[in-house]
């Protein structure tokens, strides 16, 4: 079956804008994670949703980031007013429960802020 | 704090030679503990949980709580097994994974 999907692949954007990132979780999977790769460090959580609510928003790093989730399927990651040190890569994973240990990935977007 | 430390950025290797992928963690409580891999223009995927006990590609990794490590091992590396492997924990209680930095194996023909 289709595995996590993520949109766009690859996003410029000039400092200040404001940007959207998508994931389109495995269907049927109730919880979904974001996460983000900067430039020689690893993987950081983001949030966490389980259906369309986020018991966990802990790696959120300011308030101008922020996610929903509609539907129990597809998430939003909006980015406000960008800065150049939001640049990464932003990866998205899903997993059928809570109780499933296995995250299943997303191919990620490349998010660069100029 | 919880913190998974990876200290190699790369490990090279030929094929035949063993292969340990070090891990090291810091966390009070008792840790669930996994090796992802991502291998080249491909997805991030699990491959392995120390809960499992499990061997995935000639891959294991045991539990040490003494010295705080899950090191991932391999008595021949393959070329096929070059790829950016990360160390991840999973804090009691919660649903978000603790990654390290990665270690990128190359083997060598």
């Known amino acids: 079956g289709a595995g996590v999907s993520q949109s766009p692949s690859n996003k410029v954007t000039e400092k200040g804008k404001d940007v959207e990132l998508r994931c389109d979780p495995i269907?049927?999977?109730?919880?979904l994670y974001w996460y983000r790769q900067s430039l020689g460090q690893g993987l950081e959580f983001l949030i966490y949703f389980q259906g369309n609510s986020a018991p966990d928003k802990s790696g959120l790093p300011s308030d101008r980031f922020s996610a929903e989730r509609t539907g129990g399927s597809v998430s939003t990651l909006t980015i406000q007013r960008t800065q150049q040190e939001d640049s990464a890569v932003y990866l998205c994973?899903?997993?059928?429960?809570?109780?499933?240990?296995?995250?299943?990935f997303g191919p990620g977007t490349r998010l660069t802020v100029l | 704090a919880q913190r998974v430390t990876q200290p190699e950025k790369l490990l090279s290797v030929f094929k035949g030679a063993p292969v340990e992928l070090k891990c090291n963690y810091s966390y009070s409580g008792s840790p669930e503990l996994f090796w992802y891999v991502q291998y080249s223009r491909q997805r991030l995927q699990l491959l392995l949980r120390h809960i499992s006990r499990e061997s995935i590609k000639g891959f294991t990794a045991d539990l040490n709580k003494g010295e705080t490590s899950f090191h991932l091992k391999k008595p021949f590396a393959q070329e096929e097994d070059s790829a950016m492997y990360y160390c991840?924990?999973?804090?009691?209680?919660?649903?978000?994974?603790?990654f390290g930095t990665g270690t990128r194996l190359q083997v060598f023909p």
């Open positions: 269907s049927g999977h109730t919880a």
């Open positions: 991840a924990l999973r804090p009691a209680k919660t649903d978000k994974l603790i």
């Open positions: 994973a899903s997993s059928p429960s809570r109780t499933v240990d296995t995250q299943y």
